[in-house]
């Protein structure tokens, strides 16, 4: 049995599946071309893998293979699609809305574009971490460019209803983006059903590689512009210059195709250790649960402790479980989660949470390990404050 720590922290990042990393193999060594070259066959292996993966990503989100534009990252895919949007639209408005539970990849380039003039809307979110449709439907304006509203929150794990914010935006002929990093191959779809003009797309978080994205950028209906932030060869139809990583690409649509084919299974048996785990927790005192109940990613638990320190906390479940205590973005920061205080939680509570993220190869036999642990080390904690 492995001495290492039990990985809950699958929001941060997953484990590259075996299976995924066989297929991309073959394209470090043997496979090896530039897709962009289409005078010989190792231009033509590799761009044939390229397009595979972008009609596997495509079918996912009900898009075209033509509509899906590869980058390094969800974090690259939010940057050209906010300011590829601001730069792009300018003329028509310079007022964007997001809302306040935002991963930093989102609020950053809003706070710059503020710097040069735009005017950004951030809409606070109730206490279960959903956003008042009412709200945005006000904050609307004949100059507004851009909604960006994240469909899975990478902290809470919080699912937004896209379909009515997507409606919301189709009526008034306002570009809709969502961040779906968190998303992708662990909850169904649709841009077209949910009327998405751009989405952000990550395979890291679902068992495929790091440094692979990609963002979705409707082509008709209407045909949405983006001004590219990356210059220098004109790939991705002038969207994002730069050689294609094709190993990763590789990876990133069988990460993918894995995730949709077990999604129904994975997501029963991911809730089921999820609830396991709070039942338990739950038993204690002064725990709460951050975010809605049920309208959440699966694998997904946030819990605040009252009367610990946090930094404790975290320094006594370290030994048996790799967790977080919030976003692995912005770990080098010291205040508590902006996500948690925007819920309407104390700076204690945020300080002393817990996100639990469950995945793939956890068992239920580590989760009652875990549970164990967490309960042994919080009251441990209390009766240790009790005696000072």
Known sequence: MSNRPIYLDCHATTPVDERVLVAMLPYFIEKFGNPASINHVYGWEAEAAVKQTREILAAAINATPEEIVFTSGATEANNLAVKGIAEAYFQKGQHIITVATEHKAV???????????????????????????????????????????????????????????????????????????????????????????????????????????????????????????????????????????TPQIVGFGKAVELALAEQAAETARLTQLRESLWLQLSQLEGIHLNGHPTQRLAGNLNISVAGVDGAALSLGLQPVMAVSSGSACSSAVTAPSYVLTALGNSEQLAYASVRFGIGRFNTAEEIDIVAKCAIATIQSLRKQKSLV
């Open 107 to 245: 609020l950053d380039p809003c706070e710059y574009l503020k710097s040069l003039g735009f005017e950004i809307t951030i809409l606070p979110v109730q206490q279960d971490g959903l956003i008042d449709l009412n709200e945005l439907a006000t904050a609307c304006r004949p100059e507004t460019i851009l909604v960006s509203v994240m469909t899975a929150n990478n902290e809470i794990g919080v699912l937004q209803p896209l379909a009515d914010i997507g409606q919301i935006c189709r009526d008034r002929n306002i570009i809709f983006h969502t961040d779906a990093a968190q998303a992708i191959g662990k909850i169904p779809l649709d841009v077209q059903a949910m009327n998405i003009d751009l989405m952000s797309l990550t395979a890291h978080k679902v068992y495929g590689p790091k440094g692979i994205g990609a963002l979705y950028v409707r082509r008709r209906n209407p045909r949405v512009q983006l001004a590219p932030q990356q210059h220098g060869g004109g790939h991705e139809r002038g969207m994002r210059s730069g050689t294609l990583y």
